[in-house]
Each structure stands twice: as structure tokens, then as C-alpha cells.
């Protein structure tokens, strides 16, 4: 294992989404002399509010744009001297790619190919620095639904993606593949179990079933709830990603996941027994009350499971966070932050919950 420690000059993509500011938090506090340089369209998913804290930042800048613009992704990589992209930027929700599969083959396909395609002449025109790595963030939905019995998802499991956005998310690490084969690149890859954790957009399963409780709304499960995720805290995901930056060798790729499978209906009722024990004025009390059974997801994957072996064995990394410890900070967190999630219920969040739910 060797360390490639050193300053860096990083753009990270989809910094204002989810997991993505979860990782500027963890860069900025763990590497707090490295340039970090955030690149966000500002989607109904980006939120300049989960970044506030870092406006006094010496080294942060935040650029609002798209990753499918070519001329200022090319222009922020020269003009800011990167030497690594961390690429979170997409359109991640399921449901949405259903109703609407438009954006996710532009922002998941060909946004990531213009990235790619921006960095190999920026890395090309500058001696193709053996430093420089292009870590691209994907997903374990790439591989399909697994049978009750079968084996965890490995780096090997052949692809077979099943909705359009894991169709998306397919296609980008395809490109970042093949631009390590044909030209070298120094990509990496990480393919993630489900995260859950704070800044966590309220359409998502975790801050759905929160929010819902705070309201005394409805609790959507879907289908019969026995579909099943693997379930990982989103700083053990940031963890997992410094760690295959730091001490990978370029193509290599690596799943990550914290080996916590969960049926969705014990997950919502372990949300609900949260609620009741630290929400002091719930509409509804006890909160399971409100748990309803609607109509399945059109193609719902049944189960994923990550095996997470090679990057514990090869990279020593290893998730610190029970499913109980990080459930309850994540409930805690939704509790003490309505600021945060309460003007991200809007008209056009509330039109989209109508489309799906009513
Ligand atoms: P998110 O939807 O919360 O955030 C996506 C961010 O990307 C938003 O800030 C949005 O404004 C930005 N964005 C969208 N289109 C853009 C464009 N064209 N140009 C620039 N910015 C754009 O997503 P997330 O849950 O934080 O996921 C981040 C990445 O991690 C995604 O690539 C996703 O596939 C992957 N991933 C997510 C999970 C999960 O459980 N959420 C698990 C594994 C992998
Ligand atoms: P989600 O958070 O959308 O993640 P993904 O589909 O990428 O795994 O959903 C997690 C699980 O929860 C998935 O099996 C679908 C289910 N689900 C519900 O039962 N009800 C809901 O309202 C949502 C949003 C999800």
C-alpha cells in the first residue's frame, strides 16, 4: 500500500448534493491546506445551505455551472491547476428516472464523459502527471437485484442495471473504464451501497420517513417492504473514498458497503421507535400507526448487497458506524435542522410527491 499524500488541488462535482458535501466537510476538515473547488448546477437536489459553514473557508470556492458544459469545466481545471476530480455530480433518485429518464442519460452519461474528456486534455497538456486522479462515484445498483440466497455484489458481478438511473450510472463507468484501458487515465472507481445521513434530500427513503413522522403524514412502503438495501453511514462512505484516493493504484475499482442489509418495513419501523423515543411533540404517537402500504415501484429491485472485502484487504479501510448509532444521529439531525429540510418541501417537491404517491 502506498501513500500518495501530498497537497492537492481538488474539484469535486455535486459538492451541494448529499453525499457530496458530506465529502467537502470531510476534505476541508482532514485536508484543510488543499484547494477544494466545488462545482454544482444547483439542481433541485444542490443546496448552497449544506455548504454555508465553509463561506470563510481560505481555500474553498464554489462555482455554480453544469458538467455537461465543456468550456467551463476545461477552463476551471486549468485556471485552478486540478490534480483530482472527485465526481459525485448526477441525477440519483430512482423514482425521478421513472417518470422523467431525460436528465439522468445527460448529467450521468454524458456529463461524466465531458468531465472525462475536459481532463484528459488538462492531464495530457500537463506531462500526464502520475498523481493526478480522476475518482469517479457510482453505485451498487449497477449490478442488478439479488434472490433472497444469492452471493453479496463483488468488483466481478457482472452489470445488469435495472432502472434508468442505474442504466445511467452503468454507462458512466463504462466510459471511466474504458479512458483508464485506452489512455490511461488515472481513474478510480467506487461502487456504494444505499448512504443515509445528514443533508439528505427529503424524497430519499430515510428523510422521507423522518419528515413524514415530524408531520404525522402517511409512511410510503412500498409494495410488501420486504425489498432489501445495504445500508452504509454517509462519513463511512466519505472514509472509504479518502482511502482508495490516497493509496490506490489508478484503474482500479472498489465496492463499498457496511455490510448492514435491512428489509425496508424493519428499517421504517426502526425510524419509527427512533422518533418515539426523541421527538418530544409527535402528531402521532406511536408513530408505526402511520406506516401504509402503497402501490410497488414499477421494476423494484428486491436486494443489494455489497462485499466490500478488496477494499478492506488491499486499502485497510473499514466502516466505524453501527446501523443503530447512525440511524439515531441521522434522526437526531433531522430533528434539530427543519431549517434546513422545511423550505425543500416546495411546490415543486410537493407536484412530484402527488405524481408518486397519490
Ligand atoms: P444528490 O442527488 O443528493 O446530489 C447530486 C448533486 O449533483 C446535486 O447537488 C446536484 O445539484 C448536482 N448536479 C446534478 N446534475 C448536475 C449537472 N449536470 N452538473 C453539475 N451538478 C449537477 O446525489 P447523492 O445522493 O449525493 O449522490 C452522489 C453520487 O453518489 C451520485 O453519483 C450517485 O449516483 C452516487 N451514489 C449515491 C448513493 C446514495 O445512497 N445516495 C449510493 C451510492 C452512490
Ligand atoms: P431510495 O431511498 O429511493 O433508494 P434506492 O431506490 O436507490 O435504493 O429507496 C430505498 C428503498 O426504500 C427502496 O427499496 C425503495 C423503498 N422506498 C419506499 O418503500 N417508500 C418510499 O417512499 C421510498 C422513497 C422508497
Redesign the pocket.
Known sequence: MTSTERSRNILITGGAGFIGSNFVHHWCKHYPSDRVVVLDALTYAGNLKSLADLDSHPNFRFVQGDICDRMLVSQLLAEEAIDTVAHFAAES???RSILGPDAFVLTNVVGTFTLLESFRYHWMERGKPTGDRFLHVSTD?VYGSLGANDPSFTETTPYTPNSPYSASKAGSDHLVRAYFHTYGMPTLMTNCS?NYGPYHFP???IP?MCINILMGKPL???GD?Q?I?DWLYVEDHCSALDCVLRYSAPGETYNIGGNNEVK?IDLVHMLCGLMDELAPNLPVRPSKQLITFVKD?PG?DRRYAIDSTKLQMKLGWKPSVTVAEGLRHTVRWYLTNPDWWQPLLSEEYQAYYQTVYA
Open positions: 433518485h430512482v423514482d445498483e444505499n424524497e430519499k427513503l422521507l410510503p412502503v412500498y417492504g425489498n438495501r425496508n415501484r423494484h
